[in-house]
């Protein structure tokens, strides 16, 4: 009976989400999610996606369905997006996208394809991590999940040796999970030249890697810079698959938009690699939706409107380092005793505090400051108002 199910609750972002809804103080804070918050706290839209939807409503003649592997076009701007000029690969099969639903699709038509037809049982994923990296593959199949060392948590930095030691002792066909910068969630991203060892021990170990970036651009300010790391890979001549997300660069999360992009060394099975994607995209939910790929095609194949979307996408990652600088400088003031450069050391959406458990607790019942255990930030829920706030709560949590 559907009665005797263990009774289980919600853990992580939909409980701290759900008690911040709660929360009727008007001090409240909202750090949570990874999404784009103007001055006022409201939730932010790129104007140049609002006039892109409006376009593709008015030029909808049909809903009929989508392929399973979604709008080519699409998928191949995409897949531009993270390689540049792909023109060559993509007539010969080395390079090819399939739109997904936002990236957490992604990394699910991924985990199948590869516990599938790569007969890949173990996957590697950073510690700490996305939180639903390990699920994702475990409920693909994956019977090892495996965290590598990726940062030290006395220091907040990367723990590059044990990062490096660990995957150098991963079994061939392993996965392994890159985040491709602003690494969620302790914004510490690779080095070019340690970029370069990870690609070298990777195609020693015969390991697979997996991309995920959903936060290209954001990282460094710059939309090709973020993608070094893919690029690198590729010009190894290693074969890998990305995750690509578009929520946070197109500010379009409720409308599901991602792609997979699989970089192969031989396009000779093209056809019926992309027929084995469709298999399983047809047993999970058909075929994706449009209107979110629609509109992203509308401005990645528009001059104007790419510029548009390119410069005020540029000021929203201006925006988030001014407001890490502000929130270092207000730490510096309130709590001497700490150091917070890496407040503006990390890159991304995130600010990792390394809080513990009940200064996080702390933080949410005696302070209205909403974040996800461990004390990650969204740096945009902060701003000019609330900083000092959130400064000298930090303050009162840590002094306890
Ligand atoms: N990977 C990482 C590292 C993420 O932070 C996120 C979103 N927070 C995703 C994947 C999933 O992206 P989407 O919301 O597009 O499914």
Redesign the pocket.
Known sequence: QFSDIPVVRHVGYIEVNTAFQNDVSPLKVDLI??TFKSEDGSNYILPVVKRAENMVVNDTLSHDYLSPAGIESFSKLACRLLLGDIENLWNDGKVFGIQS???????KIGAEFLAQHMNCTTVYYPDP??E??GSIFSFSGFQKKIQYRYMNRETIEIDFEGFCEDISNASVDSVVIL?AC???PSGLDLSKEQWRTVAEIMKERKLIPFF????QGIASGDIEEDTWAVRHFHSEGIEFLC?Q????MFTI?NE???NLMIVQKSGHNIESLKIHFERIIRSIYSSPPNHGARTILQILSNPKLYDEWSSSFKAIAARIIELRKALRKALEEEVAFKKWNHITDQKG?FIFLNLTDSQVEYLRNFHHIYMINCGRVNVSGLNFTNISYVAKAINDTLRK
């Open positions: 999610y990874g639903i936002g990236g957490t699709g992604a990394l991590s996305w639903m990296h985040h602003g690494h969620n995920d970036i959903a936060y995750a997300s578009f929520s946070k999360y599901r938009v991602g959406m």
